[in-house]
């Protein structure tokens, strides 16, 4: 289960941004190559482990785009992406984003009261990103039916949780040891 995606995380270099400890990964950065396979064995796993019974689902630029693509051709779901830039349409929502090494806006556009939405990212790490887009689809009134990141890393699934009241599921978990990455858990559900 998720072996494509286990050995080319404890094989991914890593990077620091200021003094985080940045993994650099095919599914999170697009770099050095996405093989077909893994990101077919990403998203069946996430279409599989998922609660799809949404309209919608909701992804965050940049790395969250190839992941929703996957997933919606897997599910015939259309997707929507949560951009960095503004589009100013009507009802647009903005958000505030802050990573272990970044911060920004994000906007939202394309959802509506009631849409049943399945949120998907390829990493919670601070669980700074998830926490606030969260925050906006609630402010929304969309149905948040699931929220999924593949990788998470440190205590940001939790801190979202805490955050948001919303459970987190993720596909495995891997942190940066004596700059190497080790895959501590490969959980696809709930976490209690
Ligand atoms: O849990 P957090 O600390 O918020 O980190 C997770 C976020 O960090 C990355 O996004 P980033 O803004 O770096 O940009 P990218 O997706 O465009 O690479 C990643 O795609 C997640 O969205
Ligand atoms: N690729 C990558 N994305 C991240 N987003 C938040 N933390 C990380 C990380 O360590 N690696």
Redesign the pocket.
């Known amino acids: 289960m998720l072996e494509k995606l286990v050995k080319s995380l404890v094989e991914a270099p890593v990077v620091k941004k200021g003094d985080y400890d940045y993994f650099v990964h095919p599914i999170?950065?697009g770099v050095p190559l996405v093989e077909a396979n893994l990101l077919q064995e990403v998203a069946e796993a996430v279409s599989k482990f998922g609660n799809m019974d949404v309209d919608k689902i909701v992804c965050?630029?940049?790395?969250?785009i190839h992941l929703a693509t996957a997933i919606s051709l897997l599910t015939n779901i259309p997707f929507v992406v949560v951009r960095?830039r503004s589009y100013g349409l009507e009802g647009e929502v903005a958000v505030h984003?802050?990573?272990?090494?970044?911060e920004?806006e994000l906007y939202i556009n394309g959802l509506r009261r009631g849409d049943r939405v399945f949120l998907v990212?390829?990493?919670?790490?601070?669980?700074?990103?998830?926490?606030s887009v969260i925050k906006a689809l609630q402010r929304i009134e969309t149905d948040i039916v699931d929220v999924m990141?593949i990788i998470e890393?440190?205590d940001?699934r939790e801190f979202?949780e805490k955050e948001t009241g919303i459970k987190v599921n993720t596909l495995v978990r891997a942190n940066v040891i004596d700059g190497k990455v080790v895959v501590e858990k490969i959980t696809a559900g709930q976490h209690n």
């Not at 965050?60 to 969250?64: I, T």
């Not at 984003?97 to 970044?102: A, C, D, E, P």
């Open positions: 999170t950065d965050v630029e940049a790395m969250g960095k984003q802050t990573t272990g090494y970044s920004g990212d390829d990493v919670v790490s601070t669980g700074g990103t998830m926490t990141a890393k440190g940001g979202v």
